[in-house]
């Protein structure tokens, strides 16, 4: 039997899929006022877990635009999330009526915000399919960063290209 070895807090990978034109320019740091504005959850830069969500992403990019796909990594210190604002969604259940108000806001509206007007810093949760009222795409997720101080985690974290 394999023994899994202590939980010792590692790094969070995530990825941005892309054109491989743009990846120059989220290596050097993300811009939020580049990012659309009606994604599920708001205006914001969008990572995942999930390297081949990644990779489907930026294909789907190269048949919209053309170009070459390219996927961003980053290493991120889960500490340094844990201290943002945070909004987290597990269930994307047509019965998820909490997910669905937001993701629903979000695209019309193209906000994350709360009383007072202010961002969650990061959104994560399930990816809402576009063209399907209340579904979600199997297995994907997505931590999206809404705010320059979510944005400067991304921005100092080790990168690479995939």
Same mark, same amino acid.
């Given at each position: 039997?394999?023994?899994?070895?202590?939980?010792?807090?590692?790094?969070? #990978?995530?990825?941005?899929?892309? +054109?491989? !034109?743009?990846?120059?320019? #989220? +290596?050097?740091?993300?811009? +939020?006022? @580049?990012?659309?504005?009606?994604?599920?959850?708001?205006?914001?830069?969008? *990572? *995942? !877990?999930? +390297? @081949?969500?990644?990779?489907? $992403? /930026?294909? !789907?990019?190269? @048949?919209?635009?053309?170009?070459?796909?390219? =996927? =961003?990594?980053?290493?991120?210190?889960?500490?340094?999330? /844990?201290?943002?604002?945070?909004?987290?969604? #597990?269930?994307?259940?047509?019965?998820?009526?909490? $997910?669905?108000?937001?993701?629903?806001?979000?695209?019309? $509206?193209?906000?994350?915000?709360?009383?007072?007007?202010?961002?969650?810093?990061?959104? #994560?949760?399930?990816?809402?399919?576009?063209?399907? !009222?209340?579904?979600?795409?199997?297995?994907?997720?997505?931590?999206?960063?809404? *705010?320059?101080? /979510?944005? @400067?985690?991304?921005?100092?974290?080790?990168?690479?290209?995939?």
């Amino acid at each position: 039997m394999l023994r899994q070895p202590p939980w010792t807090n590692q790094a969070l #990978v995530v990825y941005h899929g892309t +054109l491989d !034109t743009h990846t120059p320019s #989220v +290596l050097a740091g993300i811009n +939020l006022a @580049k990012c659309d504005n009606d994604s599920d959850f708001g205006r914001g830069f969008y *990572t *995942t !877990t999930n +390297l @081949k969500q990644a990779r489907i $992403f /930026a294909k !789907t990019a190269q @048949k919209i635009n053309g170009g070459r796909p390219g =996927v =961003v990594s980053f290493r991120l210190d889960r500490d340094a999330l /844990a201290a943002l604002q945070s909004l987290w969604f #597990v269930r994307g259940s047509a019965d998820a009526d909490d $997910f669905w108000h937001v993701v629903e806001s979000c695209r019309r $509206f193209g906000t994350t915000n709360r009383a007072g007007n202010q961002w969650y810093d990061i959104a #994560v949760g399930p990816v809402a399919r576009w063209y399907q !009222t209340r579904s979600v795409w199997s297995d994907y997720d997505q931590i999206s960063f809404h *705010t320059d101080k /979510a944005v @400067k985690i991304l921005d100092n974290s080790e990168k690479g290209v995939i």
